[in-house]
């Protein structure tokens, strides 16, 4: 007869089996790596507004020349000066900002002087020309770099001066530069913890990757572990399908293989929202994952019914004995493990009185020989 397993954990090794499956086909293909706008604002150290004055090549470096118009993150000042890496489509690029007066929105890093030797060629550079901060690309499709600048103002038919799209913590498109603006501004404004932040990647269907313009069948979004990440996380567990694009079936017929395929995707979001909780322990977390367990195939919405899944501890049940370790050599317990010997015994029998001689003792309950 075979074993019965439990429905939670047959639930369980399906949805691994869909997960082993579609990663053994994404084998042979790197995944795409996404950069949240949260995590752009959250990783850069002077977010500014201005236009580019000036351009100096250096070997393998451009040095650039802003006039600020506007300081959103970091100190306020009347031009910028930073570091950025020479490559063709950008050195056009800036080129073409530099002639037309563009205004653009840069997110620039400063170098970090506690961890020397982390670019060598990019200190020396720095130390060069006395300044600490500098650019890096934009991830746009693998192969292809960006610079860190946001063009401003109105669509412009050239690609270059187009703004990339870029996804939200919650997996909202923006694409243009009001739209982009808008959220970073918000994201300065609502900081979310003192220190630096750590980032996580999240794992997207295909589906939600090809909002950008591109995906792969592994497709993972760079956000910072903050507050709006646990709120991200929670929502994917209750409703992933707020997420998923939904299947066009009023113009065509969907088959089946197509829906199988668009519920073994919602229930991947699902399961990471689960991992990405995991990184807030709390009650009301707690609740949402054990909810999750209950029925990890499900593809409906759930109810955060966090009373009765964790119910409160009842105020008549008393707290526990707290264990008090001895402070004093006096409140330490003795314990005899034979019969103490008496005066009465002489030291022949005494020494006689080893493993073999010694007398039953009981200890806290047991019988010790």
Known sequence: MLPRISSPVLALAVTGVFLCAGELGAQNQMP?????????VADSEVVVRGVVVDVAADTHWNVVTIEVAEALKGAKAQRLKFAMHKFDQGDAALAQWRQSKRELLWLLKRQDSAAPGEAPDREKLLARHKIDLYATFFPRRPGEAWLPAIPLGPPQEQEAQ?????????????????????????????????????????????EIAERTGFSRAQNYLTVPVDRRLEEFARRLIQTPGDYMPKLDSEKRSVTAAEGIAFLNRQQALRLEGVKALRLFPSEKNVAIVRLWLDDPMSTEPFKDDRQALVPAVPKSQQAEAKVALPLELAQVPEIHFQQPLTKALNTELGLKAGPEGRSQTKVEGLIVR
């Open 32 to 40: 795409l790596q996404l950069t949240s706008l949260e995590w752009l």
């Open 162 to 206: 187009q703004p990339l799209p870029f996804l939200t913590i919650d997996l909202r498109l923006l694409k243009t530069s009001d739209e982009l603006v808008k959220a970073i501004r918000t994201a300065i404004a609502a900081p979310q913890g003192d220190g630096k932040v750590r980032s996580y990647s999240v794992s997207l269907p295909p």
